[in-house]
Nanobody, 122 residues
């Protein structure tokens, strides 16, 4: 069993930055893929990006060049650095993890964080 705890959400002005953290319990975090998703009110949960065990990253086109995903396996923690934020980035952001080796954009991850609200004002 893996538990994911998110932190770092908040309110920021357009053009600003925020960093979300996702701390994982368990000793096998380094072998897990971690995905980041977001869900705005009235919309479906959408893929933001993912990082696999090797450190390779994938991003949705809407955040590419603005968001950066990283991980620190020694700390069992993943990060989502969000720069140049826009009002349309406002959503609840979720981290997710499991041992998958493909289909990183699917929402069928086994473990999920509790979500972190990110609000970007114009």
């Amino acid at each position: 069993q893996v538990q994911l705890v998110e932190s770092g959400g908040g309110l920021v002005q357009a053009g600003g930055s925020l960093r979300l953290s996702c701390a994982a319990s368990g000793r096998t975090f380094s072998s897990y893929a971690m995905g980041w998703f977001r869900q705005a009110p009235g919309k479906e949960r959408e893929f933001v990006g993912a990082i696999v065990w090797s450190g390779k990253t994938y991003y949705a086109d809407v955040v590419k060049g603005r968001f950066t995903i990283s991980r620190d396996n020694a700390r069992n923690t993943g990060y989502l650095q969000m720069n140049s934020l826009k009002p349309e980035d406002t959503a609840v952001y979720y981290c997710a993890a499991d041992r998958r080796t493909s289909d990183y954009g699917s929402t069928r991850y086994e473990y999920w964080g509790q979500g972190a609200q990110v609000t970007v004002s114009s």
